[in-house]
């Protein structure tokens, strides 16, 4: 029988202990689905971006959907709950655009199926950005020649600029809003060297306590696989304790709102958890501030678990190599208003 | 001797009637003047870009520089006057930021002699972007790691994240913010086609009636040659008319409000037409909403003229030609605010 030197066997323990189980985990891909009924095309994209850019979506002319899911930041505002037209605050903390196209439903209680349903909520919500219609919009498209010739040509010359189209357009900008790269993705795809020890500690305790098993998937939001409109949801916080009194998350119903069923209450869609350390504040409500914080709060509300500050500092450290490269783009040149104004749209 | 036959006489009589005195008028420079403590360069420009769209430098996190000075579309909003924190309005109308590196004295009433001294106001604004102090920017800036790091790379280690710095880089970026090669331009420089038979009409009344005594210059704001804070103002309107009864131009006292003496009342910074097409609603209140109208206050305001419909399309043609092309640029990625939020800030 060989005898193996001291240092082997402490080697081979050092790394049963912090080799992570690559298997459990998902590279995001480099595309996402396309519905049939709204196919990509270069114009529709850069039409659908103008749109996403374009303030004159709101009654005001002071909010796009940018004004909210900031694309040059992570996405989203930096604010616990975002700001509409005329300074009214609204009631949820803005969630991520980037790699929305990978959710099977949208907002955080589901009540939009696709991104195409969901780009038509905003503009006629009277706190976000108060158009009284689709009727209203439609006109005020119809008002931007520029936005008529490019609808024509993306959408075919009759009845081309329509609420609807208006979403798809919006919607298929999003599909590209895609973060590949990130430390974690290289390292999911053979780059050893891409995660630091810690991150590499994180990453298995992110599995072993359980995280992953609802922040599963390319998007560590749950099954990629479901219909869209079916949503991946969980009651938050399963276990009641001392951070819900603080930052009252149950105060609010979530899905319940939407379905009406007593088994929905306080449930809501499970988050992507990509970008997360660029997407502070946490939770619907947006009441946390630090990554850190989050993560105890989410360790003892859903798993019952106290962790110890190493636990939380590298659980963090992992959830910073989900931070992929957000791709260069062109700022979009917006069609004129011909001639004239939002005047007469104005308070 | 010998005899003309009549069309010949017609067409030189066409010829005398439409042509237009391009010694008169100057294309626009590809570059603009920049001042010796404020060299450009390419980390600087990219720092100022970030800070020019960063909406964390309001209080609440809602309004950029961008916001008002809309790069994407003219450089303005579309709004008679703008939105700041809370909903609420400024007094004026967003003067476009496209040129405006060309302007020797900024804000409607010349109170900042520099795009570096103009880029210190409105953060400190309580209707704009409602920052408490210079001091209260500086903090939000510090703590932002990547804002520290690129500060450090440009103004050097040494109490790199200042108020001013901040405005150094903003105006840094402003003075790459030209929009070349208008069809005017290209007229000027010789190309017969680039303006139609009406645009020419329009540009030989712009000089013979006397728009051109104060749109001057290659900007048609004036003489570009001034020394910097020397501003070239005039009083709006001259001639009293039925359209400051109507607009309430003269409610405002302009550059008095700045030096508070008597012969300053009513005086504007003389504004520059380029991309006047794209930048409605008109004037400092923003009161008028078309081209076309504007053409006709500021004939009878300053001139003293009423203009009939056939000359006041052909000014506006001609002014179209003034609408030059908006370089294609990056969007901005703004450096991540670390772990944290704006929560504390948020009203």
């Not at 595309?31 to 049939?36: F, G, L, N």
């Not at 040059?72 to 609204?90: C, F, H, K, P, Y």
Request: proline letters at 5%; a positive charge; aromatic letters at 10%.
């Amino acid at each position: 029988m060989k005898v193996w030197p001291m240092k082997f066997l402490l080697c081979g323990v050092f790394i049963a202990a912090f080799s992570v189980n690559v298997a459990a985990f998902e590279a995001l891909p480099d595309q996402a689905p396309v519905p049939k009924d709204n196919p990509m095309s270069k114009a529709k994209i850069e039409l659908g971006k103008q749109l996403f850019f374009d303030p004159r979506l709101s009654i005001d002319g002071t909010v796009s959907c940018n004004s909210c899911h900031n694309v040059m930041a992570g996405g989203t505002d930096s604010r616990s709950t975002s700001v509409g037209v005329n300074g009214q605050r609204g009631g949820r903390n803005a969630p991520t655009v980037w790699n929305s196209a990978f959710l099977t439903v949208q907002f955080w209680d589901g009540r939009a199926a696709t991104l195409e349903d969901q780009a038509k909520g905003p503009p006629l919500n009277p706190i976000e950005m108060g158009m009284a219609s689709a009727q209203a919009v439609e006109d005020r498209l119809k008002a931007i020649p520029g936005y008529v010739s490019q609808f024509r040509a993306v959408f075919g010359k009759k009845n081309a600029v329509t609420y609807d189209n208006m979403a798809k357009a919006i919607a298929a900008y999003e599909r590209t809003l895609i973060t590949p790269n990130s430390a974690f993705d290289r390292f999911i795809k053979g780059d050893k060297k891409a995660l630091t020890a810690q991150q590499q500690k994180g990453m298995k305790l992110f599995e072993s306590i359980g995280c992953i098993a609802c922040h599963s998937g390319a998007n560590f939001a749950g099954p990629m696989n479901l219909a869209m409109g079916e949503g991946f949801y969980q009651k938050f916080p399963t276990y009641p304790n001392k951070y819900d009194e603080k930052y009252k998350f149950s105060k609010e119903n979530g899905r319940f709102d939407v379905t009406k069923e007593t088994s929905d209450k306080n449930l809501w869609r499970v988050q992507t958890l990509r970008n997360i350390a660029v997407t502070a504040p946490y939770f619907h409500n947006g009441a946390v501030k630090t990554l850190h914080e989050a993560v105890r709060v989410m360790a003892k509300s859903q798993l019952n678990k106290d962790l110890n500050d190493h636990q939380v500092n590298d659980l963090v450290a992992f959830l910073n190599s989900l931070t992929g490269e957000f791709p260069k783009q062109t700022l979009p040149r917006l069609p004129d208003t011909a001639f004239s104004s939002l005047v007469g749209s104005e308070k």
